[in-house]
């Protein structure tokens, strides 16, 4: 299709095809947003405003290149930094925004409400005032009971799911949607570094042994499509003949895709703390464990049973009978801690192993911090 005048964007393309996309079609705007932005993440760049209008066809061909536009908005960002001004369109703002405190996850809702708008031609959140919006923003659920969802695919619906989950720690960053059975299964698709797999291995190593080995029992229960992701970034990180990482190759690998942009964010002033860090190498097992997040795996359909298993691989190899003082000191837990009363919960009163519990909070590396006074 070529439109005779003016630009091209997604949403007069929107408006030419009756408000919707094939999801033949959907597939490849997708994987070109996605590559743009990935891209912006990766240089600590947060875009603040993504939309239909914001993306431009380079030429008036569909078929064309896309363009972001409009970074009036946009602003820096560390992996560990949260934002807190309330700025972008009504539509496209994601809840944690409105709770101002947000990173590079609000740009990955938005691209999620595009994608939403693309497949079925309507909004996932609509009023008639923007306090309605925002109302419906933190509060509804997106519908995906409506045509034409019952007649698409499984992998776009799971697609969407997981772009618009509430809770931005469960949400897919760019590379990971990138990743993702409905758009790589498409064509072929060219992985970017994530900056998250630096948060997570940095987590992962400042973590206790005893967490270190629930992460490890996790990992063994990935399947292929989730290992996918895992096995490309590791690759990116350029692993030596043996088949081992150091922290060094996690720097030298951020420099080799590093901009001008990367440098006003001090992405790379939060990567050399990470790689300041005593470790050893990581092979690729080990890699998985570190770069796993817990919270992404919860938001799965099999997170239970991805849950289960892993605690019976814990319980069957790394489960032993732990004093609640020693687990007390794995967690960093000071003497002002009423112990018996916080972690009664933790350890099998029978044999004194830690319980199914105690290894779902120990996955999501519990602290003093975030144990409630008794």
Same mark, same amino acid.
């Given at each position: 299709m070529i439109i005779s005048a003016g630009v091209l964007t997604i949403s007069n393309l929107l408006f030419c095809r009756g408000g919707k996309y094939s999801e033949e079609d959907a597939k490849v705007v997708m994987l070109q947003i996605l590559s743009v932005v990935s891209f912006c993440h990766l240089q600590g760049v947060v875009h603040r405003d993504l939309k239909p209008e914001n993306f431009l066809f380079s030429s008036k #061909? #569909?078929?064309? =290149?896309? !363009?972001?536009? $409009?970074?009036?908005?946009?602003?820096?960002?560390?992996?560990? *930094?949260?934002?807190?001004?309330?700025?972008?369109?009504? @539509?496209?703002?994601? =809840?944690?925004?409105?709770?101002?405190?947000?990173?590079?996850?609000?740009?990955? /809702?938005?691209?999620?409400?595009?994608? @939403?708008?693309?497949l079925c031609g309507s909004r996932p959140f609509w009023a008639r005032t923007e306090s309605g919006i925002f109302r419906a923003v933190l509060k509804a659920e997106p519908s995906f009971d409506e045509a034409p969802w019952p007649t698409l695919s499984a992998e776009a619906k799971d697609f969407v799911k997981r772009l618009l989950n509430k809770d931005y720690r469960k949400r897919m960053t760019a590379s990971q949607a990138l990743s993702h059975p409905w758009i790589r299964d498409a064509q072929q698709v060219k992985i970017p570094l994530d900056m998250i797999i630096y948060k997570l291995?940095? &987590?992962?190593?400042?973590?206790?042994?005893?967490?270190?080995?629930?992460?490890?029992?996790?990992?063994?229960?990935?399947?292929?499509?989730? +290992?996918?992701? %895992?096995?490309?970034?590791? *690759?990116? +990180?350029?692993?030596n003949k043996s088949g081992f990482i150091s922290l060094q190759n996690l720097k030298s690998a951020l420099v080799k895709n590093s901009t001008d942009a990367m440098k006003d964010s001090r992405v790379i002033d939060f990567v050399n703390t990470?790689?300041? +860090?005593?470790?050893? !190498? %990581? $092979?690729? #097992?080990?890699?998985?464990?570190? &770069?796993?997040?817990?919270?992404?795996? *919860?938001?799965? #359909?099999? /997170?239970?049973?991805?849950?289960?298993?892993?605690? *019976?691989?814990?319980?069957?190899?790394?489960n032993r009978p732990i004093v609640i003082e020693e687990l007390a000191s794995e967690l960093g837990l000071g =003497?002002?801690?009423? %112990?018996?009363?916080?972690?009664?919960? /933790?350890?099998?009163?029978?044999?004194?192993?830690?319980?199914?519990?105690?290894?779902?909070k120990l996955l999501h590396g519990v602290s003093s911090r975030s144990i409630p006074k008794a």
């Open positions: #061909e #569909e078929n064309s =290149p896309l !363009k972001v536009i $409009d970074f009036g908005l946009s602003d820096f960002v560390k992996p560990d *930094e949260r934002l807190n001004d309330i700025v972008g369109s009504a @539509y496209y703002v994601a =809840p944690e925004v409105l709770h101002r405190s947000y990173g590079t996850e609000g740009d990955m /809702w938005s691209i999620g409400v595009i994608a @939403y708008i693309l291995i940095r &987590a992962y190593i400042s973590s206790s042994s005893l967490r270190k080995s629930a992460l490890r029992a996790l990992a063994k229960t990935l399947t292929a499509n989730q +290992l996918f992701y %895992l096995k490309e970034q590791f *690759e990116l +990180l350029g692993p990470v790689c300041t +860090l005593q470790y050893r !190498k %990581l $092979d690729f #097992e080990e890699f998985a464990a570190s &770069a796993i997040s817990v919270y992404q795996m *919860e938001a799965l #359909e099999t /997170w239970e049973q991805h849950a289960r298993r892993a605690y *019976e691989l814990f319980d069957k190899e790394g =003497p002002s801690v009423p %112990l018996h009363v916080v972690l009664q919960d /933790w350890i099998r009163h029978a044999d004194g192993k830690l319980s199914f519990l105690g290894f779902i």
